[in-house]
């Protein structure tokens, strides 16, 4: 069962370098997610998706684009990093009926993302 | 909006010991809500879970009730392991916008032997 996979699993970053990080699940859920997480912070919600082919921002989507050509992926990029960007990233997916209570999201094991 | 407020921590007890970490809410309707714990290195994942009012939410020695009247959802455990050493976050997800988790700052626990 392999869930939310996440890669790569660590990167270091100049300034201004680009990457993108990719996320894949097989649980064949509509949403899927991107969170960065910051100590003392929680977690924030960047980018999500709730379905082949749409992207919608979250709460910090400044310096971050996201695409998702497919049902089972997601993908974030960074076009020109910024030491800013340091964080640990998360990606996520849940099912995407709307009005279930209680539909659990599940969790990557997290990009750890450096920027020099 | 949506928010969580978590006790901060870090929080270090011994073995045994009994763990409350306090957890409240401000959000419109009947948000459901969730405790995620994250072990040192790895991911997130969902520990409980409650999604009305009064629900009890229980999983590996933990618990948390849902209590609309105090906005709380407080997660207890009576005797805690070395193996439970992690940080814990509360979250909530409204009815309106079920695609958003709006989480908790996070707790540190750390259990000694």
């Known amino acids: 069962n392999a869930g939310v996979t996440q890669t790569p699993k660590f990167r270091v970053l100049k300034t201004g370098q680009s990457m993108t990080l990719l996320c894949a699940q097989d649980?064949?859920?509509?949403?899927m997610y991107w969170y960065r997480q910051d100590p003392g912070m929680g977690l924030r919600l960047i980018h999500y998706?709730?379905?082949?082919?749409?992207?919608a921002k979250g709460e910090v989507p400044d310096g971050y684009n996201v695409s998702r050509l497919k049902k089972q992926n997601f993908l974030l990029g960074l076009e020109s990093a910024a030491p800013s960007q340091t964080s640990v990233y998360f990606c996520?997916?849940?099912?995407?009926?709307?009005?279930?209570?209680?539909?659990?999201?599940?969790f990557g094991e997290g990009s750890w993302l450096t920027v020099v | 909006g949506n928010s969580v407020t978590q006790m901060e921590g870090p929080v270090t007890l011994s073995e045994e010991a009994f763990l409350t970490i306090n957890c409240t809410y401000t959000?419109?309707?009947?948000?459901?809500l969730f405790w995620y714990v994250q072990y040192p290195g790895e991911g997130l994942q969902l520990l409980l879970k409650?999604?009305?009012?009064?629900d009890k939410g229980s999983n590996k020695g933990f618990e948390a009730t849902y209590r609309k009247e105090t906005t709380s959802f407080h997660l207890e455990k009576g005797s805690v392991q070395v193996s439970d050493s992690a940080v814990y976050f509360c979250?909530?997800?409204?009815?309106?916008?079920?695609?958003?988790?709006?989480f908790g700052a996070g707790t540190t626990v750390t259990v000694r032997a």
């Open positions: 996520a997916s849940s099912y995407g009926t709307t009005g279930i209570p209680g539909n659990t999201i599940y």
């Open positions: 649980m064949n859920h509509e949403y």
């Open positions: 998706s709730v379905g082949e082919g749409t992207t």
């Open positions: 959000a419109t309707g009947y948000p459901s």
């Open positions: 409650a999604t009305k009012a009064d």
């Open positions: 979250a909530l997800k409204s009815r309106s916008n079920d695609y958003k988790l709006s």
